[in-house]
């Protein structure tokens, strides 16, 4: 039986409504803010694709809702297609920062995977409407894009695996299985958050995390030696 949660953003959480266009944020030069155009055309394509679905969501329901024109939004956005992939690529560069830091930091390497995996899974549940409307949707990119949003997920889930086996180098990991295995194990239980997840149900994102990354540690924990 899934356990609920509570707190962070639930899976079933929607973006909030936007704000009128102004005339600016029609503007196609230099009137177009850099930074508000993106996020209002990622909000209103997020929220869309949550409503509808991404193959039945159209460009031009994207720039009408988000308040700007298709020039806009190809100034930044090549195709429907990038819109998608980047709803899921900012949480994954977010995500790689963190790891970045963690990673490169001192301590144990017990301790740095432990942060490293309980930072992935909250994380996760902050932008859990995102990553949910990604994965049901990334069937639908192109072959070239679905290629290229792996390889930036391979990387993470390289840098993930380096604490592994640095742990298993030094003795503090068992060895008995393989690292790979243990990073697909792990992130496909933090992939399944969002079939259980509920922000209002007994746990907070934090200690789910905690119990997901003590689960992690443990079953790495070598066996006692025997006498």
């Known amino acids: 039986m899934a356990v609920g949660t509570r707190g962070g953003s639930g ?4 973006s909030a409504p936007l704000s009128p266009a102004t005339p600016a944020d029609r503007a196609d030069g230099p009137a177009a803010d850099a930074e508000t155009v ?20 159209s460009v031009q329901e994207i720039v009408d809702a988000a308040g700007v024109t298709k020039g806009a939004m190809y100034h930044y956005f090549a195709s429907k297609d990038d819109l998608l992939a980047e709803v899921y690529e900012r949480i994954l560069r977010m995500q790689m920062t963190r790891l970045e830091e963690i990673a ?3 301590g144990p390497v017990a301790d740095r995977l432990g942060r490293a995996a309980a930072d ?10 995102d990553a949910t409307i990604f994965f049901r949707s990334m069937h639908q ?12 997920r391979r990387r993470y889930h390289e840098l993930f695996r380096s604490l592994i086996t640095e742990g298993q180098r030094e003795g503090v ?10 990073v697909d194990f792990y992130f496909g239980s933090v992939h399944h958050l969002s079939t259980w997840y509920r ?11 905690a119990h997901y990354a ?14």
């Open 11 to 14: 899976s079933t959480a929607r």
């Open 38 to 57: 993106p996020r209002r055309l990622l909000s209103a394509a997020t929220r869309l694709f949550a409503e509808k679905g991404f193959d039945r969501t």
């Open 104 to 106: 490169a930091s001192e």
């Open 120 to 129: 992935v899974v909250v994380s996760t549940i902050a932008n859990l409407d």
């Open 141 to 152: 990119l192109s072959a070239a894009k679905q290629r290229e949003v792996r390889a930036d």
């Open 173 to 182: 990991f068992a060895a008995r299985v393989p690292a790979d295995l243990v």
């Open 199 to 209: 922000a209002d149900g007994a746990l907070t994102p934090d200690e789910i995390g």
């Open 214 to 227: 003590r689960l992690l540690l443990d079953a790495l924990r070598p066996a006692p030696a025997h006498p």
